[in-house]
């Protein structure tokens, strides 16, 4: 009988000390989730923030480095191709 009532006790410890592992888990997960939500919040304010001139002045700066980007991989390209022309 002392056996059953040990493995009983047992049991309900280990059940116990799961719930707490289970409560402990989503407390931090829940604080994880609101330094992310913390994270978010700020980069849209920053976002807000920035002056539609400054956007429009990075659209021109990407459009112009994408044309540079396409010429030099042109270049690239036609490089390339030729010396596997001559070869």
């Known amino acids: 009988m002392r056996v059953v009532l040990a493995a009983v ?10 719930y707490i592992g289970e409560v402990i888990e989503r407390h931090h997960q ?24 400054a956007v429009e002045y990075r659209q021109q700066v990407a459009a112009d480095h994408l044309a540079r980007r396409r010429a030099a991989v042109e270049r690239l390209d036609t490089y390339y191709l030729d010396m596997r022309g001559a070869a």
Request: net charge negative.
């Open 9 to 18: 006790a047992l049991a309900l410890l280990l059940a116990v000390a799961v």
């Open 30 to 53: 829940a604080a994880e989730w609101r330094a992310v939500r913390a994270d978010i919040d700020a980069l849209h304010a920053a976002l807000i923030a920035i002056p539609d001139e």
